[in-house]
């Protein structure tokens, strides 16, 4: 049996003020196109479905585009979890009537034990779901005494493991995140300070499991625990990650084979830095000019409107840093200042805004007229 493990589409983000639900839609007919590349019998969704509770009119409209065409028009189970972006009851609204158009929403904490069961040329597959859920949450629905999130994810799989059978292969979708797992600016943190890792050696014992909140594709702890990371970049620390999704295949012996297949962007993520002068040039020749760019401008000295200049060669720069400027000394930049008379002033002035020096006859001008002020 193969499947597809995503997670962290964050439908409906915008990054910078800017939306990128176009972006998304782009790379989830790439998922699409997986699966029917694929022959895939089941697609896994570990969570972050949306980027917010209330995501905006235009998200949903895409997801429910995305997941007519997988559950009815390709006739693809879809089995997901809701996660920390998510509001579970929301996700959740219509799960028993959506089961029979194959949309398994598995966001109930006290159904956990309740597996949706797949069966594939003899292979039978039940997929566990643990939504997330904080301490409290757990406390509150099982009685028990928990006080952080190990402890509670632990009780949690602990539950569902006693009720796994042997005839089948067990897979975990859970969206937590694993302690010493890579993290990456764009997660919104379960807690401060660390309190919301958790340990892998308790889900050693599936199949498979599928985890969703980390943004980075990675394993932790056993190759078969394994985050398939977001479908796109959501923050320029993001930039030199593969994103993809996760290709499984199950079959009646041990093994399980996973395969990353990659997701290319609409538009990159990216960091460039160098001076204005260089990185002008190079956007005229640049075939990926439309990508959302972080830049960082070295040039030493004052720039008027860097901004307007970098966005006529590359219109999607989002973010400007001058660590240049930061490298000198404000004092040595203050003294140095000083040291021109108004004129050179004036002259440095000028180019910046007419972009070429004064004319002998601009420059006389100016003179006289900086020589009548200051008489």
């Known amino acids: 049996m193969k499947f597809l493990h995503t997670s962290d589409w964050h439908i409906g983000r915008q990054f910078h003020n800017v939306s990128l639900l176009e972006d998304q839609e782009y790379v989830l007919n790439q998922l699409i196109d997986y699966i029917k590349q694929h022959e895939v019998d089941a697609l896994i969704i570990a969570g972050d479905i949306y980027d917010r509770a209330l995501p905006p009119a235009s998200g949903v409209e895409l997801l429910d585009t995305v997941l007519s065409t997988i559950c009815m028009d390709l006739n693809i189970p879809t089995i997901l979890i809701p996660g920390n972006h998510d509001s579970a009851e929301r996700v959740r609204f219509g799960a028993n009537q959506m089961k029979q158009s194959g949309l398994h929403i598995l966001g109930d904490l006290q159904q956990i034990t309740q597996p949706t069961v797949i069966q594939v040329k003899g292979v039978e597959v039940a997929f566990y779901g643990i939504p997330y859920c904080e301490p409290a949450m757990v406390r509150n629905t099982f009685g028990v005494d928990v006080a952080n999130y190990d402890e509670a994810h632990t009780f949690l799989v602990e539950k569902i493991k006693k009720v796994m059978s ?4 067990n897979v ?11 993290e990456s600016d764009s997660e919104r943190p379960l807690q401060i300070g660390g309190a919301d890792r958790v ?5 050693v014992d599936f199949d498979y499991v599928a985890l969703g909140h980390l943004h980075s594709p990675q394993f932790k702890g056993q190759e078969h625990i394994r985050y398939s990371g977001s479908i796109m970049k959501y923050s320029f620390s993001e930039q030199n990650q593969k994103k993809g999704v996760t290709l499984v295949e199950v079959g009646s012996g041990e093994s399980v084979s996973m395969q990353h297949l990659p997701l290319i962007p609409l538009r990159d993520m990216r960091i460039i830095e160098g001076e204005l ?9 640049d075939p990926n000019n439309e990508d959302y760019l972080l830049v960082r401008l070295l040039d ?3 720039i ?3 901004m307007g200049k970098l966005r006529e060669v590359y219109p999607n720069v ?9 490298e000198s000394n404000a004092t040595q930049l203050k003294q140095e200042s000083l040291k021109q008379g108004e004129l050179e002033m004036f002259r440095d002035f000028y180019s910046q805004i007419a972009g070429q020096e004064m004319s002998e006859d601009q420059d006389k001008l100016v003179t006289e007229l900086i020589n009548n002020l200051t008489k």
């Open 172 to 182: 975990l979708i859970s969206h937590c995140f694993i302690d010493g797992a890579t």
């Open 318 to 326: 989002l973010h400007l840093e001058k660590p240049g400027m930061l």
């Open 199 to 203: 340990s892998y050696q308790p889900c």
């Open 166 to 169: 042997e005839k089948q292969k």
């Open 300 to 302: 030493k000295h004052a």
């Open 304 to 306: 008027l409107d860097p």
């Open 277 to 285: 002068n260089t990185i002008l040039q190079q956007g005229k020749i």
